[in-house]
T-cell receptor, first 115, second 115 residues
């Protein structure tokens, strides 16, 4: 079975600073994928970034980067130069093995960006 | 391209009543998912379709929940009879395939309140 753990219920960051949101995972599948989604107060889930278990380099998408440490089973999201619009709930999720594409989500982290 | 469409956006019912949610996935997406998101938690998969067949419904409370995806496009999720604990946001998502690296596209969700 797959499990995602996000231990930070809430995080605060000053505008223009960087912030790291933690995510650890557990799976017995050798091939898996790790995703981060953003959920603003409006409710829609917005895809941010993806990392495959066999990818040699950490994924980056604009201001988002994924700090993938396979041995530690962690996939932390780093947001650089935070903006007020980054305030939202952030979910880490994984797929793989016999999940047939479905995602297992963590509990989420609420990020608040202060001006 | 058009995103995942869901309706209604909000629904308020009394316990023991029935309710139905509708989802239209992105054109060409073979895989469709229904997730339940209780306030303050991550989304939990209820059911996954591949075209018009069910891939995974292991987390669907089948005594009260049902879902169908006729003709492999639109999908309807029904609850009958509703309980107080069914109050949640019901998210529909779709993807091109069930590959591990395939990202899911989500609709805006239906917020259900059971009184």
């Amino acid at each position: 079975a797959q499990k995602i753990t996000q231990t930070q219920p809430g995080m605060f960051v000053q505008e223009k600073e960087a912030v790291t949101l933690d995510c650890t995972y557990d799976t017995s599948d050798p091939s898996y994928g790790l995703f981060w989604y953003k959920q603003p107060s409006s409710g829609e889930m917005i895809f941010l970034i993806y990392q495959g278990s066999y990818d040699q380099q950490n994924a980056t998408e604009g201001r988002y980067s994924l700090n993938f440490q396979k041995a530690r089973k962690s996939a932390n999201l780093v947001i650089s130069a935070s903006q007020l619009g980054d305030s939202a709930m952030y979910f880490c999720a994984m797929s793989g093995g016999t999940s047939y594409g479905k995602l297992t989500f963590g509990q989420g982290t609420i990020l608040t960006v202060h001006p | 391209e058009a995103g995942v469409a869901q309706s209604p956006r909000y629904k308020i019912i009394e316990k023991r009543q029935s309710v139905a949610f509708w989802c239209n996935p992105i054109s060409g997406h073979a895989t469709l998912y229904w997730y339940q998101q209780i306030l303050g938690q991550g989304p939990k998969l209820l059911i996954q379709f591949q075209n018009n067949g069910v891939v995974d419904d292991s987390q669907l409370p089948k005594d009260r929940f049902s879902a169908e995806r006729l003709k492999g496009v639109d999908s309807t999720l029904k609850i009958q009879p509703a309980k107080l604990e069914d109050s949640a946001v019901y998210l529909c998502a779709s993807s091109l395939s069930r590959a591990t690296n395939e990202k899911l596209f989500f609709g805006s969700g239906t917020q259900l309140s059971v009184l």
